[in-house]
């Protein structure tokens, strides 16, 4: 679209988001609405990757963001689409997907767009809190026009990586979870000393140790015991079956199921958005999770769980700093933690992501810089090629891999047979092959849930 024509629709960008998982979904979907000034007029096409992770339909609607259009595709197919002549084009892709997704996309848009073009802005980030392969995700993200950080911290550390290896840093910007803007019309009323409704937020990967997530559910069982007039909700992510953004092998419903003396009657499992979770909650519980983030940033009491250590493996480390490190043990004992103004301030939460005090805090908005890099882009003809730091020059043992995961060659284009978007062929044909791709994720879900922890536990005998 030449830059005469991107002015004029500025009012109304068009923005695709590909996304992987139900939660990058919500962050895609939010983020691009977030990306305009006016996030009522923006035209929204989702695209969902076809992969372990793609979310059902009941996930989809328990995160609530909506698209004008919503499809699901391949890689090769996606890049397809934005090659179909008779399609208008994107303004903005945002792309809401796992580092070597992103990477893919990147190389196959440098294929497209080989030449300075008026191409769309490539834009992606990270769903939460960053707590591991950060060098890694990075750079496999790298080559996008904005890479978004959610807090002044995260994009002090993004800068330093890209810079670290000598790439260049410009495209980090500082914004903030899209989804904490959700939180403004919820006025937390403090409790005092006294929680009512505890929530504890599982994660589907930390801990990963049946023992570990057996310990959690049973400690927040005990603490229901211990305190009667106390409502305790464990906050599941997923139901049996269905995958999230990281793999579930060993789900809490199950693990209930197996409770001695099962869950106390104060003490249940919820699903629903935490958002509407998180409007009647007095103490949110977790080990690592984003959602931390969102209790906080709504002035919620949040413990940050210290019982299996403080680990780089389970992510609580983040939070060195924050106040919010304690047992369930203290929390029996009647503890409410309360987070440190400054830490809070550097993640870019309650203070937004400006670390300001007050008033101008409330009045700023985080995606600004975001918005006037975007408009910038988009106002200043043709785009420059996609530049990731990964080229087979400088990663020649590791793109090509990466590349052919998603069915792309060495130089970015589709295989051959590769973009085919499943469109072709009779209503019959296409029913067939999603019953077919359904049957495939159920066989690979069961093979995760049930056949793996047996075999590995027929490994430790």
């Known amino acids: 679209m030449p830059a005469s024509n991107r002015a004029a629709h500025r009012a109304a960008l068009r923005v695709a988001v590909l996304a992987d998982s139900d939660t990058r979904w919500k962050w895609g979907a939010l983020t691009a ?3 305009s000034p006016e996030p009522d007029s923006v035209h929204l096409t989702g695209y969902l990757l076809r992969g372990r992770a793609t979310p059902t339909a009941r996930q989809l609607g328990e995160v609530g963001a909506r698209a004008d259009r919503l499809t699901e595709v391949t890689c090769a197919g996606f890049l397809a689409e934005l090659s179909a002549p008779e399609r208008e084009p994107y303004d903005v892709i945002v792309l809401a997907l796992v580092g070597g997704a992103v990477q893919a996309v990147l190389h196959g848009a440098r294929a497209l767009w080989p030449e300075p ?13 960053v707590y591991e392969k950060l060098a890694d995700g990075l750079l496999l993200r790298h080559g996008a026009d904005l890479v978004l950080a959610n807090s002044r911290h995260d994009a002090g550390r993004f800068r ?7 790439a260049d840093a410009g495209a980090v910007v500082e914004t903030a979870l899209p989804f904490l803007a959700q939180a403004d019309a919820h006025a937390y009323e403090p409790v005092g000393s006294t929680a009512h409704r505890v929530v504890f937020a599982v994660q589907p990967s930390v801990p990963d140790a049946r023992a570990d997530r057996a310990y959690l559910l049973r400690r927040a069982a005990e603490h229901a015991r211990l305190h009667p007039g106390r409502e305790v909700l464990i906050k599941l992510r997923s139901r049996p079956g269905e995958h999230t953004t990281h793999l579930e092998e060993l789900p809490y419903q199950r693990l209930a199921e197996q409770l001695p003396g099962g869950l106390p009657s104060n003490c249940r499992l919820v699903y629903g958005n935490m958002g509407e979770v998180l409007d009647s909650t007095d103490l949110l519980v977790t080990v690592s999770s984003t959602a ?10 949040t413990a940050v769980l210290t019982d299996l250590g403080v680990r780089e493996t389970l992510g609580n480390h983040h939070f060195l700093g924050s106040g919010c490190l304690v047992s369930w043990t203290q929390l ?5 933690p ?12 309650g203070g937004r992501a400006t670390g300001l005090p007050g008033p101008a805090a409330a009045s700023a908005d985080p995606y600004a810089a975001a918005q006037a890099h975007l408009t910038k882009l988009l106002g200043g003809g043709p785009l420059p090629p ?4 990964y080229t087979q020059d400088t990663a020649p043992g590791y793109l090509p891999g990466i590349l052919a995961r998603h069915h792309l060659g060495s130089d970015g284009h589709p295989l051959p047979g590769a973009a085919r978007t499943g469109a072709e062929g009779s209503r019959l044909r296409r029913r067939l092959r ?25 490994g430790e005998l």
Request: overall charge positive.
């Open 386 to 389: 996609v530049a990731p730091y």
């Open 292 to 301: 931390a983030l969102e209790s906080l940033h709504r002035g919620i009491p």
């Open 338 to 349: 309360e987070a440190d103004p400054e830490w809070l301030a550097a993640q870019g939460v």
């Open 117 to 129: 073009a008026a191409r769309p802005a490539f834009v992606t980030g990270y769903v939460g809190v």
């Open 33 to 35: 609405r977030r990306l």
């Open 434 to 458: 999603a019953h077919l791709r359904e049957a495939a994720r159920g066989a690979y879900r069961h093979g995760v849930q049930r056949v793996a922890p047996v075999i590995r536990r027929l």
């Open 160 to 166: 330093a990586v890209y810079e670290g290896v000598g």
């Open 332 to 336: 029996d004992a009647g503890l409410l």
